[in-house]
């Protein structure tokens, strides 16, 4: 996040003389409950080093009216999410970047409509970051080379404790509420997974061809086992009381209950039951503020200012309501209605899919 940032204001800066440029903090709520933050590249001196966002993020927080109302107040003419709002001296064309996932590229795109209907000279940008990989139609969102990099240390350390004990689960739970791409991608890179549960796959403990009797031939046959589990896989097997189905976050998500604590003592308790006898212990590991909270590695910091830049030359170029993003390795300009309709899941039908299964030898829980 602080590498586009930074970027964004340096190419503003440097590329095109301006000299107003103001951030806004705590996400989509920044607009109009905080006051905008002044921002300059020597202050941003070292931000590309720095994980996390130094403008602060939060969930919620998208009133429409409100936010469109301060881009007009403020008289703004760049914003970007996360939030950054960078201001450009001109009474002809305003412009506002908006960093984020696919939920802020559909508010981004009702953002852009809004702003169309009133008429202003605004130009509305979305720039695409999850980690989680989410956003469509593009090849990759910013920050998944890190996400991926930061998970295989953990399903490294998962494979060493399984591998250091008698009859041992090393198990990690990483993001990705819709999606495993994160799962998928340090799946593949580790070679130390013997299986991994995403959402795009069903899949179910006990009975032939499940999990339960899956890892009991290879705790058989090797003394251990690494499982990765995305945090929106199995939600649908987790018991949960009437409120907690009920239960929404600030974006309006549903709330999910954890599925490695809970596989976790799921694990434990088919052990108990089935080996009563026998040495069995699970390592669960949950790296998931570390991944979140890394600076970006070399090719991300790459990718981030590619992006930056590619959105500055863009609007500048008198563009709007547009994702700047790679298709097919090849850096394009997409209608914002476009990706905010658009889903990036991990396809388990095609031949990437057979990679992991070749990797890890896993059954595909395909009940008969």
């Known amino acids: 996040m602080n590498t586009v940032i930074k970027e964004l204001v340096v190419g503003l800066w440097e590329l095109y003389g301006v000299r107003q440029i103001y951030g806004i903090q705590a996400g989509y709520r920044g607009f109009y409950s905080r006051e905008p933050v002044q921002l300059s590249p020597k202050m941003m001196h070292g931000w ?16 429409l009216n409100k936010i469109v109302d301060a881009i007009q107040h403020h008289g703004f003419n760049q914003e970007s999410w996360y939030p950054l709002v960078l201001e450009l001296c001109s009474e002809i064309l305003g412009q506002v970047y908006i960093i984020g996932g696919d ?33 469509g139609i593009i090849d990759r969102s910013f920050g998944l080379q890190t996400a991926v990099e930061m998970a295989q240390q953990a399903i490294s350390a998962a494979h060493v404790e399984a591998e250091s004990a008698v009859n041992a689960i090393g198990l990690v739970k990483l993001m990705g509420r819709s999606t495993g791409q994160i799962a998928f991608h340090a799946t593949l890179s580790s070679r130390d997974v013997d299986c991994c549960l995403i959402p795009e796959t069903e899949f179910y403990l006990e009975g032939k061809g499940g999990l339960f009797e899956f890892l009991e031939d290879r705790l058989k046959e090797n003394g251990h086992a690494v499982v990765v589990v995305t945090e929106g896989a199995g939600q649908d097997m987790i018991p949960r009381t009437d409120a ?28 108990d039951r089935d080996h009563p006898d026998e040495l069995f212990t699970v390592k669960y590991i949950d790296p998931t503020h570390m991944i979140r909270a890394v600076p970006a590695n070399a090719t991300d910091n790459l990718y ?17 309501g547009f994702v700047c993003g790679p298709i097919n390795g090849n850096y394009a300009y997409i209608p914002l209605e476009e990706v905010a309709q658009a889903k990036h899941e991990v396809n388990t039908r095609d031949h990437k899919w057979t990679w992991v299964r070749s990797v890890t030898n896993q059954p595909d829980f395909g009940k008969s």
């Open 244 to 271: 907690q189905k009920e239960e929404r976050d600030e974006s309006g998500n549903s709330v999910f209950l954890d599925v490695g604590s809970w596989m976790k003592s799921e694990l434990k308790k088919w052990w």
């Open 103 to 135: 939920g802020t590229m559909r508010g981004a795109l009702e953002i852009f409509n809004e702003i169309q209907q009133r008429k202003l000279h605004v130009g509305v940008v979305g720039i695409p970051k999850t980690v989680d990989n989410d956003v």
């Open 304 to 320: 981030c200012t590619l992006l930056a830049h590619s959105s500055v030359h863009g609007v500048m170029a008198g563009y709007t």
């Open 48 to 63: 590309h080093k720095r994980g996390g966002t130094v403008l602060e993020t939060s969930r919620g927080g998208f009133d």
